[in-house]
């Protein structure tokens, strides 16, 4: 994700320079309502999935931290989010997102010594793991990362709720600069819930925690259990805290995401072009708590990965919009027919690799899809681009209709 804001620093002006309100906006636009409109529904289902998926990871917290039951962990938790983000939309999610990013970093650097602690010091961490724990590349392969990263940048490219930070920027130097300090504040947290978890290997390879305790609950309840067994309450509550916001501060994103993209590029674009600001807002708010309870509802059955959950939204929303929304700021040929192939054949390759085929395409295995999601996407688009080139050779938008 480090790595990711870095590179969008370079596009971050031009981004802010679109002045559109979602990236549904910018296709219906720039290529047209059809283009608008099947870049909605694409955007529009991960949206709900990645929400889920905060909503899981939030409730685990709380059902450890408060003794109570998965499931009504979940509904705590949707409640919550769906309250604050409906009442005070972008406005509150960035007023909370700001105060999150400190309890995030402040409560995982303090659970550090803490933890180090009670497995008695750092020499008996590195005493209890196996060596290649500690490998930069342990389990990953330079590959991996490369495709990681380029799934990141892809994904916040085109994500409502990456996007919309630099659409709400003050100008192209503001949102430049808050690329930059994400890639800061991103690079040096990477580190710390890995560090932990390390720690929480050692110290079931100890005998302090008990192996079995974790083969029943998950992986994803380690940090949890570390940090009830390693720190006192009240850095406990500041972990919790941090870790809890960490996953509001995205869920709060995503709803926002989808309501205001149903609002604006489905709902007034084509199914009620008359509609008023306070009409858009009132279904804003109303499909927030429709996402909200259907996320919510996937939250509580769902026993899947979060990370394979996050990772499939990821990737199925950018692998076929990143081209056309990049080149569409620079390209004067990028053209309606182009888009829609492109649109269309990445989705569908990242969906059919994903769900059927394992990963493997003409016998070569992709550990992350969107690498051939992308590259199936821009031949697609640059193809029916130049088989269909644009009436008019511009990369200016089209005056928002009233």
Not at 139 to 162: H, K, N, P, R, W
Not at 317 to 332: E, I, N, Q, S, T
Request: one cysteine or more.
């Amino acid at each position: 994700m480090s790595f990711a804001f870095v590179i969008l620093t370079f596009l971050a002006p031009k981004i802010r320079e679109a002045t559109v309100k979602t990236v549904p906006e910018y296709f219906r636009r720039r290529y047209g309502k059809s283009a608008g409109l099947i870049t909605a529904i694409i955007m529009l289902l991960p949206l709900v999935g990645l929400t889920a998926g905060q909503f899981i990871a939030s409730a685990v917290i709380l059902s450890t931290m408060l003794g109570i039951g998965y499931k009504l962990a979940v509904v705590i938790v949707a409640i919550v989010v769906v309250l604050y983000s409906v009442m005070g939309g972008m406005w509150s999610v960035t007023l909370t997102d700001f105060v999150q990013v400190f309890l995030i970093v402040i409560g995982m650097i303090i659970a550090v010594p803490f933890a180090i602690n009670l497995a008695g010091g750092w020499g008996n961490v590195v005493a209890n793991v196996p060596s290649e724990t500690f490998g930069m590349l342990s389990g990953y392969s330079i590959s991996d990362i490369i495709s990681l990263t380029i799934m990141y940048v892809a994904t916040f490219t085109v994500g409502q709720e990456a996007v919309s930070r630099y659409y709400s920027a003050r100008d192209g130097k503001a949102a430049k600069q808050g690329s930059i300090l994400a890639a800061l504040v991103n690079f040096i947290y990477a580190f710390i819930p890995a560090v932990l978890g390390v720690i929480t290997l050692a110290l079931i390879n100890m005998g302090t925690f008990n192996a079995d305790d974790f083969a029943d609950v998950g992986a994803r309840y380690a940090l949890p259990v570390l940090a009830i067994e390693a720190l006192p309450a009240i850095i406990c509550g500041i972990l919790f805290a941090g870790i809890i916001s960490a996953t509001m501060s995205s869920s709060d994103s995503d709803l926002l995401g989808a309501g205001s993209i149903f609002a604006n590029d489905i709902y007034r674009a084509i199914l009620k072009p008359e509609a008023t600001n306070e009409e858009v807002m009132r279904v804003t708010k109303t499909v927030m708590g429709i996402v909200g309870i259907a996320s919510m509802f996937i939250a509580m059955f769902n026993t899947s990965s979060i990370v394979n959950l996050l990772m499939f939204c990821f990737t199925l929303r950018a692998a076929g919009a990143f081209f056309p929304y990049v080149l569409g700021h620079y390209w004067k040929g990028a053209s309606l027919a182009g888009t829609i192939a492109a649109l269309i054949s990445g989705s569908v390759v990242v969906i059919y690799l994903d769900n059927f085929a394992g990963g493997n395409l003409f016998g070569i295995h992709f550990s992350q899809t969107i690498v051939p999601g992308l590259v199936v996407a821009l031949i697609f688009f640059l193809i029916f681009s130049k088989i269909c080139p644009p009436k008019e050779l511009t990369t200016e938008l089209a005056p928002e209709e009233d």
